[in-house]
């Protein structure tokens, strides 16, 4: 597994995906190796077998490590630092031995030169580049990269039905050569979830992860102001995503709710109180590939409210509310029934760990390893 995923972030939902794949494809024989020999990432730090993985990797040539020590304290350490991961992936690459090639990212196109007749398999997470292009900068070569890899890959895998059906239409690409294969949950309860110290509010509605664009945060916050009117005890909590930008404190402070609005960063622990204790989750967005954030809700005990859009029907199912995804009065709405009835709380809950079993990263697992199998001819 080509191993850019893990140059960049401490956590992200595509770096989890790949360390419980992994994890699960270990268990079940297959030889993992995801060549780096040092990351920031903290789900590739913990995974048991990234202390091997991190010895067999290749170093990178003498003059990339040597340029990288030299600007180690400079404005272009960062730069440096991704340069020397890089080669460290490509010399691995051009003088180790592997069946199949599965990319972790699908931007790091200077590898596709390399893998020769290796077969190659390539997840597409979503198509978020494609549908939503004003999300990005006009310079960003996503779509283009993934373009490449996916009509070079043998089989390619899509972690829903809405991203395969998205990827056929946009790229037209034949239907039969893409696997269908969902994410599972990593996140779990703490056994003393209910002892647990965390400062949050009493009663609040949860929002976790990025807001910017496509999330359709301001909907959300839209909707929270008209239930909030009437709720005098009720907050918001924002779960990672970084602080408030100026924008979004101004669009609070104009609704008139940026007193009852908190975001703080939260371990994974933390996380899953913040979803045990909330009264309802919102995810607003009108797009995702897949949306974990949903199974996580599932796991830990929080009803869910998610946008009529996008994938979201067919990983939810029918244990969560949906709103149009522009609608802040339905979604207000929505809230209210939820907030205000213990009873619908509880069905909707118990509605949630039941879809929760339909969906287990062994399962995810088994259907990579036919998927592998398929392209080597087994």
């Known amino acids: 597994m080509h191993p850019r ?14 360390c419980e794949l992994a994890q699960h494809l270990e268990q079940m024989g297959v030889d993992v190796q995801i060549p780096i020999r040092e990351t920031m990432n903290e789900y590739l ?23 990288h020590k030299l600007l180690s304290k400079t404005p272009l350490r960062e730069k440096a630092r991704r340069m020397e991961l890089r080669y460290q992936s490509i ?3 051009k003088t180790h031995q592997y069946d199949i090639v599965h990319p972790t990212h699908n931007n790091a196109t200077e590898i596709l030169p390399l893998i020769g007749k290796r077969p190659l398999v390539v997840t597409v997470h979503d198509m978020t580049h494609e549908l939503r292009p004003t999300s990005f900068p006009e310079t960003d070569p996503s779509s283009y990269r993934k373009r490449l890899f996916v009509e070079r890959a043998n089989r390619v895998i899509a972690i829903s039905q809405c991203t395969k059906d ?14 269908v294969i969902h994410h599972g949950n990593s996140l779990t309860l703490p056994k003393n979830a209910d002892t647990i110290e965390l400062d949050h509010p009493e009663r609040y509605v949860l ?4 807001r910017n664009g496509y999330k359709n945060f301001s909907t959300f916050a839209q909707a929270f102001a008209q239930v909030a009117a ?31 609005c908190k975001q703080q960063w939260v371990t994974d622990e933390e996380l899953a109180v913040l979803y045990h204790r909330a009264l309802c989750f919102v995810y607003p967005s009108e797009y995702e590939g897949f949306g ?28 969560a509310a949906y709103f149009s995804p522009f609608d802040a009065g339905e979604l207000a709405t929505k809230m209210e029934d939820i907030i205000c009835s213990a009873n ?35």
């Open 5 to 18: 995923a893990f140059w960049f972030l401490k956590f992200s939902g595509v770096s989890r995906y790949v």
């Open 45 to 67: 730090r913990a995974l048991p077998a990234f202390p091997r993985m991190a010895a067999a990797a290749s170093q990178a040539p003498w003059h990339i490590r040597a340029m």
């Open 91 to 93: 010399v691995y690459m």
């Open 166 to 179: 998205d990827l056929v239409r946009l790229f037209q690409i034949d239907p039969d050569k893409v696997d």
């Open 207 to 210: 929002y976790v992860g990025g």
């Open 230 to 260: 009437n709720d005098e005890s009720l907050h918001m909590v924002c779960a990672g995503g970084g602080a408030f930008s100026s924008a979004e404190m101004s669009m609070l402070q104009q609704l008139g709710i940026a007193a009852r």
């Open 292 to 319: 974990l954030p949903i199974l996580e809700a599932y796991a830990c005990g929080a009803p869910v409210i998610c946008a009529q859009a996008s994938c979201f029907p067919e990983i939810a199912a029918n244990a």
């Open 344 to 378: 619908t709380r509880n069905a909707m809950r118990e509605a949630g760990r039941l879809r929760l079993a339909d969906f287990s990263w062994n399962k995810t697992a088994e259907k990579t390893m036919e998927t592998y199998l398929k392209v080597l001819g087994r």
